[in-house]
Every structure is written in structure tokens, then in C-alpha cells.
């Protein structure tokens, strides 16, 4: 079953640094991987995802994403950290013919000023 | 614009009451779905439906109940068999067989016990 884990249910960075948000698949076979955004108190935004093109994906507010098939890790990243990011970040995979995505548990971010 | 529109936002809920949790989607999406969310657990699956008149449960249905006799309403019936129905609840769509693309997600209903 694919299923995905994300290591850290918190981080905390100073703005300005780097940003890493670890994200580890299983899967027999490449997935599609979802990287998604909550604020607090509302619904999930679409941040990135990787549909079998290119390894290295880029999405919105300055994050990329880099699927590693040998490490079956699907990192998110961001170069630096803008008091806005703080959020909680879902990692997800693509479960089955019915398309049903898979959440990992979730990874709150806090920005320190 | 189209999107998806949950209602209400917060819902307080009596023991033993039953209680229905809107979503209406106007992006013609063929796939609705409905889940859980609750602190340090990531998102569960409660019930989704890939067409008009069919659904199928999820990974935690028990005690839940939904509907969809129109593409672009799928309502979730929180019953009184649910032991625990505290929780943030989340709806959304997605292009039937496009999963690929994501899904859109609505803005949460926030369902308490009192």
C-alpha cells in the first residue's frame, strides 16, 4: 500500500533560513506526490506536485520539491523562510484506481523573526 | 469563480444529534470526497464518490452518512453512532481519473460537541 511519511511534526526556522521538509514515500512503483499548504482554519492549497516528469518541482511561493527515487523521499524545500510560510504542510501520495490521495501526518512550521 | 463551498464554517452539536455538513463544488468535477482532520493526524479518509448515485466508504465511515444525488453536492451526515465527532471536517473534488492533478479543497467545517 503506498503511504507516506513525514519526519518532524514541527519545525521551526529563523526567517531568512532554509527551509527542509522531510516527506518519505512507499511505494512499488513512482507515485504521484503532493506537497499541500493549511493556514490555521482553513482548507488545503495545492503547493506543488510531481507527476513523473521532472525530478525537481517547483511551485508557488518560492518552494520546490525534489523526488528521489533511491531515497524514495520527496523533500520540500524553500532557500529562504518569509514570516508567511508559518503553516502546517501535508505531504500526500496517490492511493489506488479510485485516485485517493494519502496524507502523512502533517508538519507545522513556525517562523522565528 | 468556481470552487468549493463548505457550510457552515463552525457547527455545535447536542449528544446524540445528528448533523449535516454542506459542500457544493461549481467546478464540474466528477469526484467528491470528505475527510477528517484532527491535531497530529493528518487527514483520514471518511467517504468519497467518483459519480452521481454511487460512493464508497473510506478508511473511518463508521458512524458517518452521505449522498449524491447531483454532481455538485455532496453533503456528510454526522450521526449520532459516532462516538467522537469533534474534529475539523474537509471537503473536496477532483477531476474524475485526474487525480494526478490534485485535488481542490473547501474551507473547513469546524464541528464541536457541546
Known amino acids: 500500500a503506498q503511504s507516506v511519511t513525514q519526519l518532524g511534526s514541527h519545525v521551526s526556522v529563523s526567517e531568512g533560513a532554509l527551509v527542509l521538509l522531510r516527506c518519505n514515500y512507499s511505494s512499488s512503483v513512482p507515485p504521484y506526490l503532493f506537497w499541500y499548504v493549511q493556514y490555521p482554519n482553513q482548507g488545503l492549497q495545492l503547493l506543488l506536485k510531481?507527476?513523473?516528469?521532472?525530478?525537481l518541482v517547483k511551485g508557488i511561493n518560492g518552494f520546490e520539491a525534489e523526488f528521489k527515487k533511491s531515497e524514495t523521499s520527496f523533500h520540500l524545500t524553500k532557500p529562504s523562510a518569509h514570516m508567511s510560510d508559518a503553516a502546517e504542510y501535508f505531504c500526500?501520495?496517490?492511493?489506488?484506481?479510485?485516485?485517493?490521495?494519502?496524507f502523512g501526518q502533517g508538519t507545522r512550521l513556525t517562523i522565528n523573526p | 469563480d468556481g470552487g468549493i463551498t463548505q457550510s457552515p464554517k463552525y457547527l455545535f452539536r447536542k449528544e446524540g444529534q445528528n448533523v449535516t455538513l454542506s459542500c457544493e463544488q461549481n467546478l464540474n468535477h466528477d469526484a467528491m470526497y470528505w475527510y477528517r482532520q484532527d491535531p497530529g493526524q493528518g487527514l483520514r479518509l471518511i467517504y468519497y464518490s467518483q459519480i452521481v448515485n454511487d460512493f464508497q466508504k473510506g478508511d473511518i465511515a463508521e458512524g458517518y452518512s452521505v449522498s449524491r444525488e447531483k454532481k455538485e453536492s455532496f453533503p456528510l451526515t454526522v450521526t449520532s453512532a459516532q462516538k467522537n465527532p469533534t474534529a475539523f471536517y474537509l471537503c473536496?473534488?477532483?477531476?474524475?481519473?485526474?487525480?494526478?492533478?490534485?485535488?481542490?479543497f473547501g474551507s473547513g467545517t469546524r464541528l464541536t460537541v457541546v
Open positions: 500526500a501520495v496517490i492511493k489506488g484506481g479510485a485516485q485517493k490521495l494519502v
Open positions: 510531481y507527476t513523473s516528469a521532472a525530478t
Open positions: 473536496a473534488s477532483s477531476t474524475n481519473g485526474q487525480g494526478a492533478g490534485g485535488y481542490t
